[in-house]
T-cell receptor, first 112, second 115 residues
Framework: RKEVEQDPGPFNVPEGATVAFNCTYS??????FFWYRQDCRKEPKLLMSVYSSGNEDGRFTAQLNRASQYISLLIRDSKLSDSATYLCVVKGDNTNAGKSTFGDGTTLTVKP | GAGVSQTPSNKVTEKGKYVELRCDPI?????LYWYRQSLGQGPEFLIYFQGTGAADDSGLPNDRFFAVRPEGSVSTLKIQRTERGDSAVYLC?????????????FGNGTRLTVT
């Protein structure tokens, strides 16, 4: 079993739709959580950190459920420019604060 | 300000050759990471440095792979006796500190092709 698992998709949605991605992680001691966005043949870029109380950044909402060890990302009012691969990232544990582990990503295509 | 810089952007080499990939992190970032990414997969952790020392090298696949960061800034990933299976995009990232909520900032990557 992979340390960080994501539904690979692809998710194909129309503009304006709401779409949600989930991610599960295996290490209960994991400390920090992030969502990254990666465009085709580009490097990953930080989309947002994920906080225990949940957090929102414009059309994007991230949630963390430590008890169930999953993280979610909700995108409202999807734009064509949201088309990308979304990577879930889990960082640190009791013995290693710095190591960040990536999921394989969920691919989103927003269509007109 | 300047981001993470990786050189070369592309490298084609023959099986069995030696290659070096260079990473120049964001100034002031103490932590530096190497990942590699194959098509359709997420970045796979190789090694990370805190300052000059390798804090975790558990992701290096075998002893053909080695990385250094002698002055705590620029890092070089070295691959000996390259194999076709080493072909991938090698990503370098840096963060202000290794722990906590400090995120990773990636360079553009080096696309390595072993023929």
């Amino acid at each position: 079993r992979k340390e960080v698992e994501q539904d690979p998709g692809p998710f194909n949605v129309p503009e304006g739709a709401t779409v949600a991605f989930n991610c599960t992680y295996s290490n209960s001691a994991s400390q920090s959580f992030f969502w990254y966005r990666q465009d085709c043949r580009k490097e990953p870029k930080l989309l947002m950190s994920v906080y225990s109380s949940g957090n929102e950044d414009g059309r994007f909402t991230a949630q963390l459920n430590r008890a169930s060890q999953y993280i979610s990302l909700l995108i409202r009012d999807s734009k064509l420019s949201d088309s990308a691969t979304y990577l879930c990232v889990v960082k640190g544990d009791n013995t290693n604060a710095g190591k960040s582990t990536f999921g394989d990503g969920t691919t989103l295509t927003v269509k007109p | 300000g300047a981001g993470v810089s990786q050189t070369p952007s592309n490298k084609v080499t023959e099986k069995g050759k030696y290659v070096e990939l260079r990473c120049d992190p964001i100034s002031g970032h103490t932590a530096l990471y190497w990942y590699r990414q194959s098509l359709g997969q997420g970045p796979e952790f190789l090694i990370y440095f805190q300052g000059t020392g390798a804090a975790d090298d558990s992701g290096l696949p075998n002893d053909r792979f080695f990385a250094v960061r002698p002055e705590g800034s620029v890092s070089t990933l070295k691959i000996q006796r390259t194999e076709r299976g080493d072909s991938a995009v090698y990503l370098c990232a840096s963060s202000l500190i290794p722990g906590g909520s400090s995120p990773l900032h990636f360079g553009n990557g080096t696309r390595l092709t072993v023929t």
